[in-house]
Every structure is written in C-alpha cells, then in structure tokens.
C-alpha cells in the first residue's frame, strides 16, 4: 500500500482514462503547434517532451504536417506512448481512410484511440452513430486490432451531456480553462461517474490567456483530467513540465488575476455554445469570433483553406439582423465583434 500522501501526489500527477484503462502522466502533447514551424524543430518538440516524461500526444489528421512529424519524432525513441488521432469524416468510407492515413504517417500499426473530431451538433452526432456509419466502422477496426479504443471531441457541453448519457464513446474531448470553466460543475462530474476518459482541450482557451502557467494551475487542480497543451520549442515545453510538477493550489494573487482576466474578456470571448446559430447569412460566428487564436495556433497557412474563406466572405455580408444577439447567453456584440475581427484581417492580422 502507498501512503494516503503518495497515492493523493499520484493522483494529481497520473490519471487513468476511464474505462479504457490507459494509464497515463496527466500532462500530454497537444500536436497543433508543430505545423508552424519547421520539421526540424517540430520533430525536436515532441522528441523532448517524451524524454521528459510526456506518455501521451494526441493529433488529428486536420493538423496538416503533424502526424507526420510525430512518427518521425517517436521513431527516434523506443519509449511508450500512448498516441491518439482523430477525424472530421463523417462517413464509413471516409473514416476508414483517415484511419489509414493516420497509421501510415505516424509509421504505427496500431493507435490507442482513435476520436470522431470537432462534432458540432446533434445531426453530425447522430450522422456519426448511425447504422453502418463512423462509430461502427471505428468498432471494426478496433476489432481488427487498428486501434484500442474510440473517443469523440466537440466543443458543446450539450451534445457531451448527450453523448455521455448514450455512453457509446470511451473518451470525451472537452474545452476547458478558467474562461470556459462550466464543464467543471457538469460535465467533467458526469464522465468521472459514468468511468468515461477524459481530455481537456485549449487550457489556454485557444492563446486567450497570456499566463500559461496560471492556466495550467487552474485546469491541472481539477482531477480526473489529462491536459494537452501544444508547444512548438522545448522551452515552452519546460515551462509547462515545472508547473506540471508542481503545487497547483492558487494563492490569492493568482486568483485575482484569474478574476481580472475573466472581466476582461467577458463581453467579448465567444465561449463556443453555438447558441446564437443558425445565422441568416450561414455565417459560421463562432469560427469568425475565434479566428484570432485560430491563426495563432494553426499560423497563417489557416486563411488559405477553403472552407475559411468561404466563412471569412460570408462574415462580410453581415446585415445586422440582432437575431444572435438575442439567443447569446453572453450577450456578446456579436456583430460588431465580426466586423472587428474582419477588419482586423483585412489590416493582415498584425497582432499574430
């Protein structure tokens, strides 16, 4: 037996990703970051947070270049990882050569999970669990032996309450930092009890937060959670790593600043809920309220995807109609939060 001491230092250190029984250090490798910069350091990135310590990377195959230079980067190291992707595709056909595609760049035979990516609403979710769709395709593969075990990431606590109470997925991906701590009293809770593994995303709420040590105190002192916080550089990395393995108990200065920061962003940080759709114009307004850190994140190779050209030259056409005001439970400017942060593209997006 561990001391009571030792067990509760391990607990904040380790979690277990519920019924999936991967055990693993709750400090992981988020693999968004290394898309912007080159291969080299890229590779050097991950290699180093796995010498660390680091047991647990997820990616996607939206990250561009990032699949790649993870399984560059793992094959330099016989350490274990326990490595996760995920897809957008919302067909059998289409997951199946994500999946293959996944397995062929990061030079595995094999993934531990393997998550439907960024499901939006409940038409995408029950896309995904229908007869002979993705969710079955994925119980195929793990079948097979292509993967351990299947997971889902959305960024509505909603359609998450949903999912968790169907209990058809083993891990929940869920946005969580102290702009966006409403998981904490619901969701988290719920997938802790239901033994559901779970994954917070955006600890810094998508490089909102200008403090990574606070946010990485806040989000850490909430346990049952595995954080994956991407960095680019080994000395982001080691930044992180020594708040990891330390005390996440915040004095009373932190929680000031915590409370200064939140009344900063109050009337302006879209918190992701999509209440205020649908748009009348078809604009996608929580993407163009977040476009900011979006670009920060994926850097400015982001703008030349399709799909964001197309939300940025809806943005344009905005009329005004007040209608997602209304619905936003924020109360957030929606409007002239669009014709803000259009403007400021237009200027070439000189704070990135």
Same mark, same amino acid.
């Given at each position: ?35 912007? +910069? %080159?291969?080299?350091? $890229? +590779?050097?990135?991950? =290699?180093?947070?796995?010498?660390? =310590?680091?047991?647990?990377? %997820? ?25 996760? /992707? ?5 067909? $059998?056909?289409?997951?199946?050569? *994500? @999946? ?8 595995? %035979?094999? @993934? ?25 395709? @994925? ?19 909603? #359609?998450?309450?949903?999912? #968790?109470?169907?209990?058809? !997925? ?7 930092? !102290? ?15 239901? %033994? +559901? ?23 850490? /002192?909430?346990? =049952? ?5 991407? +960095?680019?550089?080994? *000395? ?7 708040? !990891?393995?330390? /005390? ?52 400015? $190779? ?43 593209? *237009? ?6």
């Amino acid at each position: 037996m561990l001391p009571e001491a030792l067990e509760e230092e391990q607990d904040m250190k380790q979690v277990t990703l519920g019924k999936t029984g991967l055990r693993i250090t709750r400090l992981g490798f988020g693999g968004i970051p290394i898309q912007r +910069v %080159d291969e080299r350091q $890229a +590779v050097e990135a991950v =290699g180093h947070a796995v010498a660390s =310590g680091v047991d647990f990377i %997820d990616t996607s195959r939206a990250y561009t270049t990032s699949e790649h230079r993870i399984g560059l980067a793992l094959k330099q190291t016989d350490k274990r990882v326990v490595l996760a /992707s995920k897809s957008v595709s919302r067909t $059998a056909t289409g997951i199946r050569k *994500d @999946l293959e595609t996944s397995l062929r760049e990061l030079q595995k %035979d094999y @993934l531990d999970l393997y998550q439907c990516h960024f499901v939006k609403n409940d038409t995408e979710y029950e896309q995904i669990i229908s007869s002979r769709g993705v969710l079955e395709e @994925l119980i195929k593969a793990k079948e097979e032996g292509l993967i351990g075990h299947i997971g889902i990431t959305t960024h509505s606590l909603d #359609l998450l309450d949903r999912v #968790l109470d169907d209990g058809l !997925f083993e891990t929940i991906m869920v946005c969580f930092s !102290f702009l966006e701590p409403a998981a904490r009293e619901k969701i988290i809770p719920k997938a802790i009890e239901k %033994d +559901v593994g779970i994954i917070a995303m955006k600890p810094f709420s998508g490089g909102i937060i200008d403090n990574p040590g606070l946010a990485l105190k806040y989000v850490l /002192s909430q346990k =049952g959670i595995a954080i994956i916080p991407g +960095v680019e550089h080994p *000395d982001i990395f080691d930044d992180n790593w020594e708040i !990891f393995q330390g /005390s996440y108990e915040l004095d009373d200065k932190e929680k000031r600043e915590i409370e200064e920061i939140r009344k900063r962003y109050e009337k302006t940080f879209c918190r992701r809920c999509d209440y205020c759709q649908p748009c009348s114009e078809d604009i996608p307004i929580q993407m163009i309220l977040g476009i900011r850190s979006a670009l920060k994140r994926f850097g400015k $190779a982001f703008l030349e995807k399709d799909w964001i050209k197309d939300a940025i030259e809806k943005s344009r056409h905005c009329t005004e109609c007040g209608e997602c005001l209304a619905r936003c439970p924020y109360e957030l400017p929606i409007p002239d939060l669009i014709k803000e942060n259009i403007r400021w593209l *237009d200027e070439g997006g000189k704070s990135t």
